[in-house]
T-cell receptor, first 112, second 112 residues
Framework: SQQGEEDPQALSIQEGENATMNCSYK?????LQWYRQNSGRGLVHLIL?????REKHSGRLRVTLDTSKKSSSLLITASRAADTASYFC????????????FGKGTLLTVNP | KAGVTQTPRYLIKTRGQQVTLSCSPI?????VSWYQQTPGQGLQFLFE???????NKGNFPGRFSGRQFSNSRSEMNVSTLELGDSALYLC???????????FGPGTRLTVL
């Protein structure tokens, strides 16, 4: 079953614009991770935010986490055509549960 | 460090056959997880191994099995293939306490 739900399912923007994707989840988590996938290839780990963190930055990426609302957002600033990909959030519950539970993803298209 | 490798990259099988997929994790990583990705169901967790022991299993039939060797390399096997088993099978390895996972390029399995 899917833990996270990304919103929107698809997003199309122009190069240079910012892209914001949202993720909601259902159960308590140890951390939340964002991944990128290009055209049916393997997933690339982008950023991890722990449950006691509220915001994290990595280059052009900014992730926020609101555990009270069970939601996270990923902001990509100054987007480039190369950012075109599917973006997934994944939750890790911790304890003896070692799996990541993925959402269905947001397909981001950045038009040159 | 070399990334996660998966072999083969592509496979075509017919219904009723069985298949074995292989995954070599990042050096030093002892946890290996497997996921199935399909357009309809998205990314679904199959199982996770650590030091040759299966710690978690997803909700898949017994036709799906796996194992891990002493060098952390892992294999998954699908017996009596069905058309619905056509998917991208992704392997990921993890070496940290937060279960940050690093994915291989995947094996694209087509069942005819």
């Amino acid at each position: 079953s899917q833990q996270g739900e990304e919103d929107p399912q698809a997003l199309s923007i122009q190069e240079g614009e910012n892209a914001t994707m949202n993720c909601s989840y259902k159960t308590s988590i140890n951390n939340l991770q964002w991944y990128r996938q290009n055209s049916g290839r393997g997933l690339v780990h982008l950023i991890l935010i722990r449950s006691n963190e509220r915001e994290k930055h990595s280059g052009r990426l900014r992730v926020t986490l609101d555990t009270s609302k069970k939601s996270s957002s990923l902001l990509i600033t100054a987007s480039r055509a190369a950012d075109t990909a599917s973006y997934f959030c994944a939750t890790f519950s911790g304890g003896s549960n070692y799996k990541l539970t993925f959402g269905k993803g947001t397909l981001l298209t950045v038009n040159p | 460090k070399a990334g996660v490798t998966q072999t083969p990259r592509y496979l075509i099988k017919t219904r009723g056959q069985q298949v074995t997929l292989s995954c070599s994790p990042i050096s030093g990583h002892r946890s290996v997880s497997w996921y199935q990705q399909t357009p309809g169901q998205g990314l679904q967790f199959l199982f996770e191994y650590f030091s040759e022991t299966q710690r978690n299993k997803g909700n898949f039939p017994g036709r799906f099995s796996g194992r891990q060797f002493s060098n952390s390399r892992s294999e998954m096997n699908v017996s009596t293939l069905e058309l619905g088993d056509s998917a991208l099978y992704l392997c990921a390895s993890s070496g940290g306490r937060y279960n940050e996972q690093f994915f291989g390029p995947g094996t694209r399995l087509t069942v005819l």
